[in-house]
């Protein structure tokens, strides 16, 4: 596995739950062979957009082999691993689970808001125990932290550290790493709606929300990217735009799940503290749903 294996689309999963809250594992493999079919290019397990604060290990480890199964090899796996304890962090890494996926994802330390040298010491030794390579996660939005630039650009010299999904907005920080960082070093929009203008100054894809709805949509923008068909990129990156308002306005999954049952992929259960999205942005996302359709 190299860093090429993932530039393009990841799909940051979400867990498809029943009414009484349990997991729905029959709907999680529909979601997972939707995305691929569609067109993915990796699957991201227990990110931010799977729910992942209100599962126990086992339920996590239970998806993480449900998503594998059916997986079987096709795509490249990532599995979420982050936490505001490093000793108890770096202690979870030795189990086996992680010598099953391909790479980690790790989020910056939340609540307890370390200093930027926090920071680097906190992933380097995550980097120094993982047992695949890690993908940094900075998203200063849910964390209350922001890792900056010069410190993203020491952590891209280790290694076993491989690329950073950006999800700060600042794009004043994107050019500084993207000036800076080691050639291999790759930059992950995680901003769905960042990412064709992220891509433009030379990100490399996206760990995307919107492509458990609409894995085609957004591969195929991604890879006009890449390939350097702007102006097809940016048709299709405006056809997503209501969409993408939708995605986020009430929460990240809760648009989402609403999004997934009117195309009858899942049902659109959460857990508490999440709730179902208002009537409002129900019709929005029904208007919606049906022009990305036409």
Do not use: W
């Amino acid at each position: 596995m190299t860093n090429k294996d993932f530039k393009g689309t990841g799909v940051a999963l979400a867990t498809p739950f029943g009414t009484s809250g349990e997991i729905d594992y029959p709907a999680l493999e529909r979601l997972v062979n939707h995305c691929i079919d569609g067109g993915v290019d990796y699957l991201v397990v227990m990110g931010t957009t799977a729910e992942s604060p209100t599962l126990s290990l086992k339920e996590k480890s239970d998806v993480l082999d449900k998503v594998l199964a059916t997986n079987n090899g096709r795509l490249p796996v990532v599995y979420g691993a982050g936490g505001n304890d490093t000793a108890e962090l770096t202690e979870y890494l030795s189990e086996s689970l992680f010598r099953e996926v391909d790479a980690i994802l790790s989020v910056t330390p939340y609540y307890n808001k370390p200093s930027q040298k926090g920071l680097e010491v906190h992933f380097k030794n995550i980097a120094d125990r993982s047992p695949v390579p890690v993908i940094l996660y900075n998203v200063p939005a849910r964390t209350s932290v922001n890792m900056d630039a010069s410190t993203t650009l020491k952590l891209a010299e280790h290694k076993n550290i491989i690329a950073i999904k950006e999800a700060s907005g600042n794009f004043n920080q994107f050019d500084q790493i993207l000036l800076n960082k080691p050639p291999d070093f790759l930059v992950i929009s995680g901003n769905d709606m960042d990412t064709l203008p992220m891509m433009a100054i030379g990100a490399e894809g996206v760990i995307s929300v919107m492509a458990n709805a609409y894995p085609g949509h957004f591969s195929n923008m991604v890879s006009a990217a890449l390939n350097g068909d702007y102006q097809k990129a940016r048709v299709l990156h405006l056809s997503l735009a209501e969409m993408g308002a939708i995605l986020s306005e009430e929460g990240n999954p809760a648009g989402l799940k609403y999004v997934l049952k009117l195309l009858k992929v899942t049902e659109e259960h959460l857990r508490l503290p999440l709730f179902p999205i208002s009537d409002g942005l129900k019709a929005r996302a029904e208007q919606a749903v049906a022009q990305l359709k036409a």
